[in-house]
Structure formats: structure tokens, C-alpha cells
């Protein structure tokens, strides 16, 4: 019946993060992981001596073709542990940032995970198979800021981050070799054309943050500083951005995914 209350599961620490699926449960404390079987609710797996993860990072797709568990592998600087939830041994270890992990999000197909650092400036994806760094996006130069929540589209196009600045930046997964015409053409890429010909002259860290891609679109928000979560789906063929605030606002945009800019809201409850 619904309502009804399946199985009870009580832990020696605090619970900090559940995650699901259709096929693993993911319960995080600070410095231990459980995964359970989701048919049966039976413990598979404990991952134990976990870096302390007070905050309960952590990531778990939803693809069955790639089942895995995200979590933070250092205290230190911004790694991020991949764990197979199916054949319950660890994946790679990637070095995503130099400072410690704030905020990280799988892709649909579980093939991709992007992550922010404390700092809050640069927002990676990665492979999570290879480790490889796919793309590099730049949510501001000086302002440094508290990444609250990751969001992919559900084609994997597009990535949205919302932190406790008034800005919610959406980010559009295009290679700058497949930009159209029109984007490339904006100020910023001609100034990277140009940038492109003196880089050899420029010390590496310059030219790898001067050529990194900026925002696609935007929602300039009127509760800055309220922790947010955010998702992305598409509805009647027009791709929404779902913002829930902890002070239990929730708030709809719409993405124009054919010029950006900033979104128009469609709905608050």
C-alpha cells in the first residue's frame, strides 16, 4: 500500500546524501558509502575510509550501461573517485581541480561528469571512463563563488551551475571547431582568434583561462544567497530550467537554445 513503510535501515553516523536509480541506492556519510541492491534493499557494498566528505558529494548516474558512483577522493584538492555500482570495484581516479571538490553532476548517459571546485570559477566536465577533460567553462574571473548545483540537459547539450550569486549560468556543450557561424563571430571569439596567434608568447595558465568558453545563457535571480537545486528537461520541444530554492520557491525558465541570453521565466510556485 502506498505510504507503507518497505524496510528500515539505521546507521552508526550521520546520513549526509541518498542517492538512487533504478538498479542501486547510494546512502553517504562522512566517511563511508553504502550501496544497496534497489530490488531487495540488501547491502552489496560498503565503500569504507572515504577522504571526509562532510558536506555528502556525491553522484550517482542513472545509465545502466555506465553505473557509476562519484564521490570526492581527497580533502586536499579536487579529485574525483569513480566507482562501478555494478561490479563493485573502484574506477578512475581523475584530478579535476586544484582546490577540493563543491559541486559535481553526471550526464544522462553517465558518460560525463562535471564538477566545480570551492572556488567556484571553473566548472570541468570530464569522461568518467577515460578521465579525459572534455570541456572547461569559466563562470567568472573575479568573483569567487559557492557552487550550489550541476545540471545537464537531457542531451547532454547543454549544463547549468546556480551558486549564491544572483547569476545561474547555462553553458552549451559545443566544440569550438562545430561553433555555427553566428557564435563564432561574437566579440569574445574573435579576441580568442587573435589571442590564438600571441599565445605562444603567453605563460600556459594565461592562455588556458583566456580561451575558455563563456556562458550560453542566464537567469538573473532576485533571491541571491538562497541555496538552490537545479534540473534541466525539455517540455513541448522547448528546454525548461527548473530552479528549487530552500526557501521553498520553486521557479521555471525557459532556454532559448537558439540565441541564449537571458531566459525568460514562465512560471513561480
Not at 581541480?97 to 571553473?122: R, W
Not at 578521465?131 to 550541476?150: H, K, N, Q
Not at 555555427?180 to 599565445?199: D, T, Y
Request: hydrophobic share 40%.
Amino acid at each position: 500500500m502506498r505510504g507503507t513503510e518497505i524496510l528500515s535501515y539505521s546507521f552508526a553516523n550521520t546520513i549526509l546524501a541518498v542517492k538512487l536509480n533504478r538498479s542501486r541506492l547510494a546512502v553517504c556519510l562522512e566517511e563511508s558509502i553504502y550501496i544497496h541492491n534497489m530490488r531487495d534493499m540488501k547491502l552489496l557494498h560498503t565503500i569504507r575510509d572515504i577522504p571526509s566528505n562532510r558536506d555528502g558529494l556525491c553522484a550517482l548516474s542513472i545509465s545502466d550501461e555506465n553505473p557509476y558512483l562519484a564521490y570526492p577522493g581527497s580533502t586536499v584538492t579536487g579529485e574525483i573517485q569513480i566507482f562501478d555500482t555494478v561490479n563493485l570495484k573502484p574506477g578512475i581516479l581523475i584530478a579535476a581541480h586544484e582546490s577540493p571538490l563543491a559541486a559535481m553532476a553526471f550526464d544522462m548517459t553517465g558518460a560525463k561528469i562535471a564538477t566545480a571546485s570551492n572556488k567556484g570559477t571553473v566548472i570541468r566536465i570530464h569522461s568518467s571512463i577515460d578521465g579525459l577533460c572534455l570541456f572547461e567553462f569559466r563562470r567568472g574571473v573575479r568573483r569567487v563563488a559557492t557552487i550550489y548545483s550541476l545540471a545537464f540537459s537531457p542531451d547532454s547539450m547543454y549544463l547549468a551551475a546556480s551558486s549564491n550569486t544572483e547569476t545561474i549560468h547555462i553553458f552549451r556543450l559545443v566544440n569550438q571547431k562545430e561553433k555555427p557561424p553566428e557564435v563564432a563571430s561574437s566579440w569574445m571569439n574573435s579576441f580568442g582568434r587573435i589571442l590564438g596567434g600571441v599565445a605562444y608568447y603567453l605563460p600556459k595558465h594565461t592562455t588556458e583561462v583566456l580561451t575558455q568558453d563563456r556562458a550560453f545563457a542566464s537567469v538573473h535571480s532576485q533571491s541571491a544567497g538562497t541555496k538552490t537545486t537545479i534540473a534541466m528537461n525539455i517540455f513541448n520541444k522547448t528546454l525548461k530550467l527548473f530552479v528549487a530554492g530552500y526557501d521553498g520557491v520553486l521557479s521555471v525558465y525557459e532556454v532559448n537554445t537558439n540565441e541564449g541570453g537571458e531566459c525568460k521565466q514562465i512560471s513561480q510556485h
